[in-house]
């Protein structure tokens, strides 16, 4: 089993609507959890982490966290054609100083 | 300024050479990581450094030496390379492991 899986697509979805990304891992001891937004050719860039059960909302982006599921999840609200990228889940073992990254899922946001 | 820096952005060599890529952070972080990223795009840590130590070393050939002189720099140095080196090789740094890595813009490696 992967540490951290995603589903890769491509993901479409049209421009106005949320997107959905959802990531589970294998280490419970995981404390950290990050997702990454990489464009073609370019590096990853951190958009959002958390660390506690629930919600996390920052801007048209929310986090969710379910621990005991071992999933993790990233809305993206009224997406936009710009948000077309790959997002990467990361997960880091407290004390480990690891980020342990998913195969990311290609997102498509139709205008 | 760029927060974390790697040169070159473009390597070509070929097989058997030696090289080095070079990264600088400008961030104050205490921790920084190599990560080589494939043709699937998967993203996997190499090497990470946590004030000048090696703490995590994964399952990377000895070919591939990385030192960090101080903690705003971390090199990586490559002998004998081979065809399956290529790869896009991301420096990253963090402060401590709980608030995410920022990443340099990536150096291309083609190994012909």
């Known amino acids: 089993q992967k540490e951290v899986e995603q589903n890769s697509g491509p993901l479409s979805v049209p421009e106005g609507a949320i997107a959905s990304l959802n990531c589970t891992y294998s280490?419970?001891?995981?404390?950290?959890f990050f997702w990454y937004r990489q464009y073609s050719g370019k590096s990853p860039e951190l958009i959002m982490f958390i660390y506690s059960n629930g919600d996390k909302e920052d801007g048209r982006f929310t986090a969710q966290l379910n621990k005991a599921s071992q999933y993790v999840s990233l809305l993206i609200r009224d997406s936009q054609p710009s948000d077309s990228a790959t997002y990467l889940c990361a997960v880091s073992p407290s004390g480990t100083y690891k980020y342990i990254f998913g195969t990311g899922t290609r997102l498509k946001v139709l205008a | 300024d760029t927060a974390v820096s790697q040169t070159p952005k473009y390597l070509v060599t070929q097989m058997g050479n030696d090289k080095s890529i070079k990264c600088e952070q400008n961030l104050g972080h205490d921790t920084m990581y190599w990560y080589k990223q494939d043709s699937k795009k998967f993203l996997k840590i190499m090497f990470s450094y946590n004030n000048k130590e090696l703490i995590i070393n994964e399952t990377v050939p000895n070919r591939f030496s990385p030192k960090s002189p101080d903690k705003a720099h971390l090199n990586l140095h490559i002998n004998s390379l081979e065809l399956g080196d290529s790869a896009v090789y991301f420096c990253a740094s963090s402060q401590g492991d709980a608030q995410g890595s920022f990443f340099g813009q990536g150096t291309r490696l083609t190994v012909v």
């Open positions: 280490d419970r001891g995981s404390q950290s």
